[in-house]
């Protein structure tokens, strides 16, 4: 049996976006209730940037990169026996 179906819910040329917007709920959130995030990334760039910035931004993109390859919304890039999984779904 199958893990993965053979077509994801989401695009492969949108999953970036589709992870960059569910981070900007999150983003939005912490704002509406004041919340500030220190990050060192963004105190260097001495610009008032996102709340959620730089490595913070990387690291929370990749483990919902990776939720979303383990539930098939994405294709994965392994299948069950770890070789590399090919099917894309293509719009």
């Known amino acids: 049996m199958e893990y993965f179906s053979d077509r994801n819910l989401i695009c492969a040329d ?3 976006e589709f992870i960059g917007q569910i981070i900007d709920i ?3 959130f912490l704002d509406e209730r004041g919340i500030k ?3 060192p990334d963004k105190a260097e760039s001495g610009i008032d940037a996102a709340n ?3 490595m913070d931004y990387g690291d929370i993109f ?3 990169d990776s ?3 383990n539930w098939g919304v994405f294709t994965p890039y392994y299948n ?3 070789e590399p999984y090919e099917k894309a ?3």
């Open 14 to 16: 949108d999953e970036h």
């Open 26 to 28: 999150f983003e939005d």
């Open 37 to 39: 995030i220190p990050n």
């Open 52 to 54: 959620i910035y730089g």
């Open 62 to 64: 990749e483990q919902l």
């Open 67 to 69: 939720i979303m390859r």
């Open 80 to 82: 069950q026996k770890g």
């Open 89 to 91: 779904y293509d719009c």
